[in-house]
């Protein structure tokens, strides 16, 4: 396991996300709020480029017609057939149980601490003066 | 179980689907005036200044989903120089065509709106510039893709013309037919199309979309997109019956029907039922001199997208037994939200000789393909 420095903080602004490739993998940086998180950019149902979807809010309705919209922001809607995944956990609104995407640790470092090492930088050059996205894999 | 479902790559076994033959591939036109150099003074006129009349009530309305920017398209599909969904050979070569190293793919342009057009003058005319842009925009830069021959079915007289027109060119593969019309297919003001098609050589394919001006289930308009997608089933089920049930198919022995994007894991259970009550009902349909399953099985081909997922996928095996694997084409239906990947559509391997059949054979002896 590696620390991989993917992008400046202020790179990825909240609501968005980046698609950063990790040891050869894709995987979607997803900043909510301040908080990042990271999902294998990849659905599980037919090999989708799962992050490159709309980024959604959680609606749920405990009974038909009263709609509640919750977790503005939180929820990666498959760019295919739209299946809906928790962007904090990887879990799927169709089938929490059984069916979710990956996730992976993200955590935002300041380059003080980074340039201490190790970590793999990838193509972000690291400088003390500022903070990083940095993902465990 | 999550890592394994997400990080599983497709097997040797699964790489059976390269080369396979996609019954399903949506062409879209660069702009709105594509078409125009393929009509004649008269109709571009009439396109310009008064437009199409179609039979869909609720005008300006999209059958499609908003799930996805867009009109219901693969998100991802969006060429990047512009454009729609499919209206880039590149693009589709890219995603689909060389990706899979597809043998061949078969056109079903939804654009153009020849088949619903209420003016028939107007429709026959936009299904003959539908044909020709198809061959100048597609067939001929990429051979692999093959025509499906438009027409006005209201139009008989056009519509055997552009039929007879068509014979022989091997950039057509079939006739394409809205399965919604404004009567059941199998009613005798068809036959001289369905006939005129068999005559010369090509299958029937029946592609889910356009409006047929009725509600698009036999209850009424459905209130979700949700509702409305498994109508599409309702709508294949109507065409299935009403060409067994007219005998249209004891009047013309070598009819081929393509069945396109409506599944398929209903047709077993639909035939169980037409044969229990031809048992009962023969007398009032003395024509039928087989059971309507015997007809299915002869006559109808389908496509599998949007394919089912069975809580059990093993049970997929056993659907796929009772249609005939050798009835059972695979199709994608790019660039659209519900495509199938052929990597990863059916959820069980199939058996070695039911997948090339699936992906590649039953294509290649309908369509009498290299």
Same mark, same amino acid.
């Given at each position: 396991?590696?620390?991989?420095?993917?992008?400046?903080?202020?790179?990825?602004?909240?609501?968005?996300?980046?698609?950063?490739?990790?040891?050869?993998? =894709?995987?979607?940086?997803?900043?909510?709020?301040?908080?990042?998180?990271?999902?294998?950019?990849?659905?599980?149902?037919?090999?989708?480029?799962?992050? #490159?979807?709309?980024?959604?809010?959680?609606?749920?309705?405990?009974?038909?017609?009263?709609?509640?919209?919750? #977790?503005?922001?939180?929820?990666?809607?498959?760019?295919?057939?739209?299946? =809906?995944?928790?962007?904090?956990?990887?879990?799927?609104?169709?089938?929490?149980?059984?069916?979710?995407?990956?996730?992976?640790?993200?955590?935002? =470092?300041?380059?003080?601490?980074?340039? =201490?090492?190790?970590?793999?930088?990838?193509?972000?050059?690291?400088?003390?003066?500022?903070?990083?996205?940095?993902?465990?894999? | 179980?999550?890592?394994?479902?997400?990080?599983?790559?497709?097997?040797?076994?699964?790489?059976? $689907?390269?080369?396979?033959?996609?019954?399903?591939?949506?062409?879209?036109?660069?702009?709105?005036?594509?078409?125009?150099?393929?009509?004649?003074?008269?109709?571009?006129?009439?396109?310009?200044?008064?437009?199409?009349?179609?039979?869909?009530?609720?005008?300006?309305?999209?059958?499609?989903?908003?799930?996805?920017?867009?009109?219901?398209?693969?998100?991802?599909?969006?060429?990047?120089?512009?454009?729609?969904?499919?209206?880039?050979?590149?693009?589709?070569?890219?995603?689909?065509?060389?990706?899979?190293?597809?043998?061949?793919?078969?056109?079903?342009?939804?654009?153009?709106?020849?088949?619903?057009?209420?003016?028939?003058?107007?429709?026959?005319?936009?299904?003959?510039?539908?044909?020709?842009?198809?061959?100048?925009?597609?067939?001929?830069? *990429?051979?692999?893709?093959?025509?499906?021959?438009?027409?006005?079915?209201?139009?008989?007289?056009?519509?055997?013309?552009?039929?007879?027109?068509?014979?022989?060119?091997?950039?057509?593969?079939?006739?394409?037919?809205?399965?919604? !019309?404004?009567?059941?297919? !199998?009613?005798?003001?068809?036959?001289?199309?369905?006939?005129?098609?068999?005559?010369?050589?090509?299958?029937?394919?029946?592609?889910?979309?356009?409006?047929?001006?009725?509600?698009?289930?036999? !209850?009424?308009?459905?209130?979700?997109?949700?509702?409305?997608?498994?109508?599409?089933?309702?709508?294949?089920?109507?065409?299935?019956?009403?060409?067994?049930?007219?005998?249209?198919?004891?009047?013309?022995?070598?009819?081929?029907?393509?069945?396109?994007?409506?599944?398929?894991?209903?047709?077993?259970?639909?035939?169980?039922?037409? *044969?229990? $009550?031809?048992?009962?009902?023969?007398?009032?349909?003395?024509?039928?001199?087989?059971?309507?399953?015997?007809?299915?099985?002869?006559?109808?081909?389908?496509?599998?997208?949007?394919?089912?997922?069975?809580?059990?996928?093993? *049970?997929?095996?056993?659907?796929?037994?009772?249609?005939?694997?050798?009835?059972?084409?695979?199709?994608?239906?790019?660039?659209?939200?519900?495509?199938?990947?052929?990597?990863?559509?059916?959820?069980?391997?199939?058996?070695?000789?039911?997948?090339?059949?699936?992906?590649?054979?039953?294509?290649?002896?309908?369509?009498?393909? *290299?």
């Amino acid at each position: 396991m590696n620390r991989h420095v993917v992008a400046k903080v202020e790179d990825i602004q909240p609501g968005t996300r980046k698609i950063v490739t990790v040891k050869g993998r =894709e995987i979607g940086i997803f900043r909510v709020g301040d908080d990042f998180y990271g999902l294998i950019n990849r659905c599980p149902h037919q090999g989708a480029p799962l992050c #490159r979807g709309e980024i959604v809010s959680r609606l749920v309705a405990p009974s038909p017609g009263d709609y509640r919209l919750t #977790r503005p922001g939180e929820m990666i809607r498959c760019p295919w057939h739209c299946w =809906e995944f928790d962007i904090r956990t990887g879990q799927s609104l169709c089938d929490p149980n059984s069916v979710q995407a990956r996730a992976f640790d993200v955590a935002v =470092e300041p380059g003080r601490a980074l340039v =201490e090492g190790p970590f793999v930088a990838e193509s972000v050059p690291v400088t003390v003066e500022e903070t990083y996205v940095v993902v465990t894999l | 179980m999550n890592v394994t479902v997400l990080d599983r790559k497709p097997d040797r076994g699964a790489q059976s $689907h390269l080369g396979f033959i996609d019954c399903d591939v949506h062409p879209y036109v660069k702009g709105p005036n594509d078409f125009d150099p393929f009509l004649s003074k008269r109709w571009l006129e009439h396109k310009q200044t008064i437009g199409g009349r179609t039979r869909q009530g609720l005008a300006k309305t999209s059958m499609y989903p908003r799930m996805s920017p867009g009109v219901g398209m693969r998100m991802d599909s969006w060429p990047k120089t512009g454009g729609h969904p499919g209206s880039d050979l590149p693009m589709m070569q890219e995603q689909l065509l060389d990706l899979f190293d597809v043998a061949y793919g078969l056109l079903a342009p939804l654009v153009g709106g020849a088949g619903g057009e209420r003016n028939v003058e107007f429709g026959a005319a936009m299904a003959t510039a539908v044909n020709e842009w198809q061959l100048a925009h597609w067939c001929d830069p *990429d051979p692999r893709l093959l025509g499906a021959i438009q027409v006005n079915v209201e139009h008989t007289e056009a519509a055997i013309a552009e039929i007879e027109k068509r014979a022989g060119d091997r950039r057509f593969a079939q006739v394409n037919i809205p399965p919604r !019309g404004l009567e059941p297919l !199998g009613r005798r003001r068809y036959w001289p199309i369905l006939e005129a098609c068999a005559a010369n050589g090509f299958p029937v394919s029946l592609h889910l979309g356009g409006t047929g001006g009725h509600a698009s289930t036999g !209850g009424g308009w459905p209130s979700f997109y949700h509702e409305e997608h498994p109508s599409y089933v309702q709508t294949m089920q109507t065409l299935v019956t009403s060409l067994v049930c007219e005998g249209v198919f004891e009047r013309i022995p070598n009819l081929k029907i393509v069945l396109v994007e409506g599944g398929f894991a209903w047709l077993p259970a639909l035939c169980w039922r037409l *044969d229990k $009550h031809w048992k009962r009902l023969r007398a009032e349909v003395p024509h039928l001199k087989r059971s309507p399953s015997e007809y299915v099985h002869d006559h109808i081909w389908v496509t599998t997208q949007p394919i089912e997922e069975p809580e059990r996928p093993q *049970d997929m095996l056993s659907i796929l037994e009772w249609i005939g694997p050798d009835r059972v084409m695979f199709s994608t239906d790019y660039p659209h939200w519900d495509q199938d990947d052929p990597r990863y559509a059916f959820k069980i391997p199939l058996p070695d000789d039911w997948k090339r059949k699936i992906y590649r054979d039953n294509a290649r002896a309908l369509y009498n393909l *290299d």
